[in-house]
Structures are given as C-alpha cells and as structure tokens.
C-alpha cells in the first residue's frame, strides 16, 4: 500500500514542494491536502497587481483541479485542520479525519490584527488572501485607511488608489517603511505616493476604529479622524503556529525545524513562512522555494540541507522604484555610504561591515541593485572599489555629485532675491544678454544687490546659465553640503521644503542626517519659515533647548523662571525660595539679566521643579534659548526722580509680546527710562532708551565674547510705534539671519540702511513683519515648562532604568 | 557568551534620542538612531567629562554636547582630529525591547 502523505495548507511553499514531489517520484505518496481557503494554490505575490487591476484571478491560479486530478491529490479545500493526533497519526478537521504516515505543516502566517476598539467590525481586513483583495477591490470612490506603512500596506494603498478610493496610511513610526530607508529615502517614497493621492501620516497611533455595523472611521491618539469604509491593518505577520502548539510540538517563534525541516516530531515536517529555522522566521519567498526542494528531498529519503541565504524585496508599488535588500539593524562596526541625486529623485544606501556589504537600499533608480546584491551575497571584498561603489559596476572613474542640482531643478519662476523679487528666470535672461559678472548682474536686475544673502544662490543660476563657475562659490554650511547657509534659507522658501529629511534629500546632503551642526539650523529655518505647519524637532537642539535649562559642567542644570521685565512679587520669591529648598539647590544667583538662577539642578528633579514652579504662576525664562531671553528694565519714571517714560512698562510689554519665540542667535533687550541708561540698554541687541520726546530705539549691541555698543536704528514719538518697529526687527532678523548670528553680525553683512529701509520708512513691510511675527508667536508663545512636565512626559527624565538596584539583590 | 538583561521598550526613547542607564559601572546612555538601531555608551566623554547621552545623534555618531567632540557609536572612538574613546556595550533591540549586556550589573568590571 502507498504510503500516505497529509499537507495542511495550500499555499506557495507547499505548492512547490508537491511539484518538486510529484516531479521526482510521481506516485510516490498518496497525498491529501487541506487548506483553510476555499481554494487551491494561487501566487499570492500577484495579489498586488489583481487589487490594482492589472491581473485578475484566473491568472494567477498557479494548480488548478486539472493538476490535481491528474496527481491524485484529494483536495479538502474550505476545511481548516483543527487538530492533531500524533499518537494515531490522525489530522482532523471539522469534517472529519485523514490518517497519515508523514504530515507536512505549511500554515502560513497569521496577520497580525492590533487590539483595538472596533477591530471586529465588517470592514477591517487584512492584507492576507483573496477575500481581503476582493473586499480592497470594492472601495472605488470611497474612504480607505490603511494602517501600516511597510511594504504590504504600501502596496494596499497603491492598490486600491489605483481602483479609485481615496486612501490615507497611517504609520506609527516617523517615516515610511522604517527598516528599509532612512528619513530621507522615506520622504521620498511618501512625497511619490503623495502626488498619487494617497496621505500618510507618520507618527499616528491607532486608537479605535468606530462605526455601528461597520467600520466607519479611524481615531488616532492625537485625536485626528479619519473616515473609512474600508480599514486594512497591515501591520506585521507572525507565523500560523496555533495547531502545532495545541499538537505540543516544539514552537519558539515558529514550528522549530531542523535542516531536513523535520519537526520535534520525527513523521511531522513543516516549511513556509510558519516555520523557524535556527532562529530565524522568513517573510519572502525566495528561500521558502529553497525549503520546499529540500523537503522533496526528505521525504523521498534523500539528504538535503536547508541552508537560508540573503533575500531581497523589490517594492510592486508601479512607479515607485525602490529595492531593499539585506541587514539594516543595529550592530556594531557598520557604516553607511550614501548617494543622493535630488535633481532626479535618486537615493542609495549601502550598509558595509568589514568591507562586505550586508545591506542595500535604492530608491528612484534600482538599475544596480542585482549587483549589489550579488555583492553583497558572495561576501565581496569591497575594499578597493569603495570610492566608486555608490556609483555602480558602469562607474569607476568617480565624479563628486553635483551640487548644483538643487538650483537646476528649480522652476524659470522661483524667486532668488527675494529682496527686489528678481526670479531665476530673470537671471538666466539677463546672463543671456551679457551680464557675465556679478556686479553687472547687480547693475542690470538688482539681484543680490540689496541685503545680498543670496549672492551665493545668484552665482549658481549665473554659472547654470554660463555652463561654469561663475567665482569660487562661497563656503558650505557644513561638511554636509555645499549650500552656504542663505542659499538654504532661500531653498527652503522656493522649494516648499517642509521638513528636515526633504531639505537633506532635495539639496543633497551627503551625510545621513547631517551633524550637530547643520541640524539645529535647519530647525532653526524650517521653524521660522513655516510656523504653523512645521513640528519643532527637539532631537535637533543642542542641549539646553532640549531640556529647557542650561547644562553645567558636571552635568546639572540651571532654572531660571521668568521675571517680566525683571519683577517680581514675594509670592513668586517665596514660591522660587521653596523650590530651592526642596530641590537642595546649591546656589541661588541673581543674573545679568536681573533674574534668579537656581544652579545645580539634577535632571529628573527638572519636571517636578517646573510643576512647583507653575503652580505658583512663574513659567520659564528662556535662559537657555536661541530666542528672547530677557527685557532687562530700569526703574522709570513711575519712581525714579529722573525718568521720563514707562521704561518698566514698557519693557513688561515687550517681553510679553516676545517671549517664547525662536531666533537665530540669543536675543536681549534692554529699556532705559533716561540716558542715563541704568539698564545699560547701549550694549543689548535691542535697546530703548527713553527721552523726553519719546523713544531712542538702537541695535546691534553685545556684551559677550565682542563688546558693541548699539547704533540708533530709529526714533519715535509714540511707545505703540516703538514696539512695532522692534517686533519688525526681530521678525525681519529672524526671516534674513544666518543661524548663530546675532543681530551686530547680521547687521554687519546686509547694512543698517537695508535694515531701517525694511522696518522703519516701508510702513506696508513693517506690517507685514510684525504679522508674520504674530503668526509665529501664536504657535510659540507658549510655556514648555507646562508642556513637559505632564504625568506622561515627567518620567522620561530620570534614566531609563537603574542596573546599581539589581546589583544589591 | 553574552547575557543579556531587559531594560525598557525601544519606544522609551525618542529616535534620534539617548536615555540613561544606571549601572555598578557608572552611567551608561543608550543610543536610538533615525533608524532605530540601538548603541550603548559610556556616558561620559574623555575630553572633560561631557554627558554624551545629552549629545545631538546622526548617523550613527553622536557630537558631545560641551565641546562637540564626535564619537562613533560603532567603536566608541572619537572622531577627526580629536584622540580618544569611550567604551561601548553589547545591547540589541528584540521584538520591541531593549536588551543590554547583564554583565552591566555586576559590581565591578575587575571582580
Ligand atoms: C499581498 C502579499 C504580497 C506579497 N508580496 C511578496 C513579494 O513581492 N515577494 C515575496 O517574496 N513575498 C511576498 N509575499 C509573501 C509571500 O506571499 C509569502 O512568503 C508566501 O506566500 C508564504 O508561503 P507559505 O506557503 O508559507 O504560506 P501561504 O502562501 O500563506 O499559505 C498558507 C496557507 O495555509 C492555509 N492554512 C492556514 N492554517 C490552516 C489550517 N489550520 N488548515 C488548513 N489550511 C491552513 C492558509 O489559508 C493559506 O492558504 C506577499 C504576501 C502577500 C500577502
Ligand atoms: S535710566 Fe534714568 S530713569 Fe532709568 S533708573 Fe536710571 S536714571 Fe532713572
Ligand atoms: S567634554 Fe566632551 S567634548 Fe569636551
């Protein structure tokens, strides 16, 4: 009697280990074969192209009855096995037994389905098999949300974009398909779907999906609503173990298995994606077609040996060109090479380890990547083509990249001095008509002629048009990029550039995710520029930004609350005595700035500090920041003998107004109510000093490392104009600065009189300044002591855990 | 072989951030770069002492935030022209935990 051969699961890796099967030996076995869908084996990578309408069902049917018949098979198709009985070597399903003299376990994965409120609803599916692609399918013209943004639910959303739904992706981390791109390779892939339709939202976490009698819409934690009449999770699989568990076989992740893929049961075998093999759980085909040769192999009495080797992913995704292969995860000594060509929206990432390669990312154009991988599979040697590798196996001379790219891209429109509105356009006519040089291009357009920030930006349209340098380009931001600062303030404006991973990408940054210095600027910039729409990125500060207090050189912090306009009442001091006691603050310092500074602070007392501190109605002074520090203020003329006007007042009004916001350098202020100046105002970056006439506003002053006196920017009768003119220079040096400028050096490179031309005689741009400002300071004013010493936020700063405790068990 | 000891969910730190760990063997930051992969650090920098947990991440190098000196995350080894290192320890990133070497707990590194 032929032996009997059971196999639960019709999927891909079976499919072909009964082909391998029938193809060596055929007759061999007897074989019955379960599977859970009503169907037999179908490609379930075409599942992508018969959601978007490429494929349809028929076409990918890869057995159909015919095969079947013609091998013997007894197909039991709609039956899920339920059960194992291995002392009786019986299976079972709901319909009844089949006995078997080798059993062959090739469930699958289950998908995994994240445990929130509305998970059961009619509407939420997977991305898993042909029911969830026909229900994908049927959501043309409708709202479909798509939780995860991994390659699955990239191709779900693409899917059913394509039919014609309005689809968004949600994605819990801060950019799409996190294990295979950086920030910046994400960003690109999201800006590709975005021009086709889709919306993603990074950092969203599912927090209920709602509807009566089916799912309706999705709710994320930061409240955001989604509709949808169709939800599909595609947030991970893990392998379909649940009968081998119940049969007690030994399961880690997966159904352990040797290399004959033989399980902890000698007549039970398992492969595809269920099974675990030396540690390791496989998501892709490729070496589940290896397991299923090798346990042909074994089951014809044959010794073969599963050995896994590297596999790579290709996103099916059309039009969007991305192949990912290999290791990204943490390890020590790796190193990354990046190439990024944001003319033509190319990036490529390469992971080395000892001169071997071990990961590939490309994205935009993937014509390398077999080569790569074959690189990276056989273990090459890379080390004497590492210069040239990024470039490929056609490239070995080596050319730097370009860095003109950014400004070729840009359209004839875009504005390149911003000052007197002169487009590249313009500039490329008027190098056309003969203004070869920068003076004459000065002379004919006015561009870089006025503040001339944008010289550099000015040249490289100029040598565009030239084919050539024009001069030596001025020098680089940083060891990132060629860009001078300028040119990426003004970048980031023409560009529309929204975040810190497209100005990377789109200027072509050379570095993954640029160094300690470039990032703050660009956070610096990116929040002056779009106030409402850009999210501060506190990883992107220096320290005491950060964490909202000065570092000290043994690592503690100073807290210095905020004293409008240096007063104070003794509550706030008997509230600021307190917390100094309770704190056990080493010192108690009044500074410069007439605050009190409370040094020597450990970290994880900041939050409950700030608490007390608040509760008291003090919010923080800023004392750490790259933006409005203090209003230092005299007595005035409500008190002092000699005082002509409200200098108190006044300066309580301008902190008031001020506080909270960003700038590119610290910025002090200082308001006398005499010449006598006794709050020394001549040396602040703004300073007021009060006359009998009214207000002496003046700029440019220091008192650090360069000691400036101010000089007179304008004077005004009337302590309305006064404040407008000052929140019109800060505005206009917030928008024009280099970052870590301040206003004396600012001043020095565009010119007093551009700077009083702006905010003192155009009154229309003055306006305009001191909106934009108001704009800003509705999103910033705001207190970041109440912001983060929330119950959630408090405990992230004490250390993650303490190892000395375990020690004294 | 290497042991290795629970302490936290990777989400605990911010990508791109640093949280501190308090071992027999002084204090220890623990890296979580853009692509969260995971490093451990001595939390102090040879130059002056310079707690690198409160340093600015990229790539896989961190920037002390006194005197921005730039270190490794790989090696612990300083970078450019600057001399010097600080130790690095075995930890790694298991279904959504960090895990770092148990040794850390032990009382002294010579014992
Ligand atoms: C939409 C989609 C796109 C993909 N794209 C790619 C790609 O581009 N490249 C790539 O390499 N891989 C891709 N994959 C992954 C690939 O399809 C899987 O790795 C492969 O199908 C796994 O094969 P398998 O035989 O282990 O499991 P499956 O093919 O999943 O088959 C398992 C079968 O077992 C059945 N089953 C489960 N439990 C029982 C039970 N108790 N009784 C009876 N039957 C049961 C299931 O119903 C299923 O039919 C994709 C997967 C999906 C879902
Ligand atoms: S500056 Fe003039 S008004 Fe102010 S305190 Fe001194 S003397 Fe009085
Ligand atoms: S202490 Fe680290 S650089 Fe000086």
Redesign the pocket.
């Known amino acids: 009697m032929k032996k009997k051969l059971v196999v639960?699961?019709?999927?891909?890796?079976?499919?072909r280990m009964l082909e391998h099967l029938f193809d060596a030996a055929p007759g061999a076995w007897d074989v019955t074969l379960?599977?859970?869908?009503p169907r037999g084996n179908y490609n379930?990578?075409m599942?992508?192209p018969v959601l978007s309408g490429e494929k349809t069902y028929d076409q990918i049917v890869t057995h159909d009855d015919a095969w079947y018949s013609a091998h013997g098979v007894d197909c039991r198709f709609g039956?899920?096995?339920?059960r194992i009985d291995r002392k009786n070597r019986v299976v079972y399903?709901n319909s009844g037994g089949a006995p078997y003299d080798a059993l062959v376990i090739?469930?699958?994965?289950a998908p995994f389905i994240i445990p929130v409120p509305g998970k059961d609803l009619p509407g939420v599916v997977a991305?898993?098999?042909l029911e969830d692609?026909q229900a994908m399918m049927d959501t043309a013209g409708k709202d479909a949300v798509v939780i995860g943004g991994g390659?699955?639910g990239l191709?779900?959303a693409a899917g059913m974009a394509a039919r014609g739904a309005r689809v968004t992706v949600i994605h819990l981390m801060g950019h799409l398909m996190e294990r295979q791109l950086d920030p910046a390779a994400g960003y690109l892939l999201q800006r590709d779907l975005e021009k086709r339709g889709i919306a993603v939202h990074c950092k969203g976490a599912t927090k209920a999906i709602f509807g009566t009698d089916r799912a309706e819409a999705v709710l994320l934690e930061d409240g955001t609503v989604y509709p949808a009449d169709l939800v599909c999770m595609a947030v991970g699989i893990r392998p379909?173990t649940?009968?081998a568990v119940d049969a007690h076989l030994e399961v880690e992740r997966g159904i352990v298995v040797d290399d004959a893929l033989r399980t902890s049961d000698p007549a039970i075998f398992a492969?595809?994606?269920?099974v675990e093999h030396r540690g390791q759980v496989?998501?892709?085909?490729?070496p589940?077609y290896d397991q299923a040769k090798v346990l042909a192999q074994t089951l014809l009495g044959a010794d073969a040996v599963f050995a896994p080797v590297q596999?790579a992913?290709?996103l099916?995704v059309t039009g969007c060109d991305l192949f990912s292969a290999g290791d990204f995860a943490d390890g020590p000594r790796r190193e990354d090479i990046v190439f990024r060509d944001p003319g033509r929206g190319i990036y490529k990432r390469l992971v080395l380890e000892n001169d071997r390669i071990i990961g590939v990312v490309m994205y935009g154009d993937t014509a390398d990547g077999a080569w790569f991988y074959g690189l990276m599979k056989d273990g090459t040697d890379i080390g004497p083509m590492r210069d040239t590798l990024i470039f490929g196996p056609a490239f070995q001379g080596g050319a730097a990249p370009d860095p003109m790219a950014a400004v070729a891209a840009l359209p004839p429109e875009a504005e390149i001095c911003g000052c007197n509105g002169v487009s590249k356009g313009a500039i490329m006519d008027a190098v056309a008509g003969g203004a070869c040089t920068l003076d004459a291009m000065r002379s004919c357009t006015k561009a870089s002629a006025s503040c001339g920030t944008c010289t550099g930006l000015v040249q490289q349209v100029m040598a565009l048009a030239l084919g050539g340098a024009v001069q030596d380009a001025p020098e680089g931001m940083c060891k990132c990029t060629d860009h001078t600062h300028e040119d990426v303030r003004r970048l980031i404006r023409s560009m529309g550039l929204k975040s810190i991973p497209a100005v990377m990408q789109d200027l072509g940054w050379r570095s993954v995710g640029g160094c300690h210095s470039c990032r703050p600027a660009l956070n610096y910039y990116l929040l002056a520029e779009w106030p409402l729409e850009y999210r501060d990125d506190r990883q992107s500060r220096f320290v005491n930004e950060r964490n909202h207090a000065n570092i000290q050189k043994d690592g503690t912090y100073s807290v210095v609350p905020r004293m409008w306009g240096g007063v104070t009442t003794p509550a706030e001091l008997r509230a600021i005595a307190d917390a100094a006691e309770k704190y056990d603050v080493p010192m108690v310092k009044v500074t410069g700035g007439q605050r009190i500074d409370l040094l020597g602070v450990r970290k994880e007392d900041l939050p409950h500090m700030w608490a007390d501190l608040n509760a008291a109605g003090l919010v923080s002074g800023h004392a750490y920041s790259k933006g409005l520090r203090t209003v230092k203020t005299c007595v005035g003329k409500e008190f002092c003998r000699v005082g002509t006007q409200d200098s108190t007042g006044l300066g309580i009004r301008l902190e008031k107004l001020m506080w909270g916001s960003w700038t590119p350098h610290k910025l002090k202020l200082g308001v006398s109510g005499c010449p006598r100046n006794c709050a020394e105002a001549t040396c602040k970056d703004i300073g007021v000093v009060c006359v009998d006439s009214g207000y002496n506003i003046s700029i440019g002053g220091a008192a650090g490392m360069e000691v400036r006196e101010t000089v007179p920017l304008a004077s005004t009768p009337s302590e309305d104009e006064t404040v407008q003119i000052i929140l019109a220079v800060t505005q206009l040096y917030r928008e024009n600065a280099r970052y870590l400028d301040r206003i004396w050096k600012w001043m020095g490179k565009v010119g007093l009189d551009w700077i009083r031309a702006q905010v003192v005689d155009d009154l229309e741009n003055r306006a305009a300044l001191v909106e934009r400002f108001q704009i800003s300071q509705s999103v910033y004013r705001r207190d970041p002591w109440a912001d983060l010493s929330t119950p959630s936020e408090t405990p992230k700063w004490a250390p993650l855990a303490d190892l000395t405790l375990e020690a004294a068990e | 072989m290497t042991i290795f000891v629970d302490i936290g969910s990777l989400d605990d730190i911010p990508a791109q951030g640093a949280r501190l760990v308090k071992t027999a063997q002084g204090c220890v930051a623990v890296f979580r770069t853009a692509d969260d992969r995971v490093f451990a650090l001595e939390d102090r920098c040879p130059h002056k002492g310079g707690p690198l947990s409160e340093g600015i991440v990229h790539g896989t190098s961190v920037t002390c935030p006194l005197h921005n000196w730039v270190f490794d995350m790989n090696t612990g080894q300083a970078q450019g022209a600057d001399q010097g290192m600080v130790c690095t320890y075995p930890v790694k990133v298991q279904e959504g935990r960090i895990l770092i070497d148990a040794s850390l707990i032990r009382r002294s590194a010579a014992a």
């Open positions: 639960i699961g019709a999927g891909m890796a079976s499919g379960f599977n859970a869908e379930r990578l599942l992508s039956e899920p096995v339920v399903s090739a469930t699958g994965s991305y898993r098999d692609t390659l699955l191709e779900a379909e649940r009968i492969l595809g994606e269920c496989f998501g892709l085909v490729a589940l596999t992913t290709k099916k």
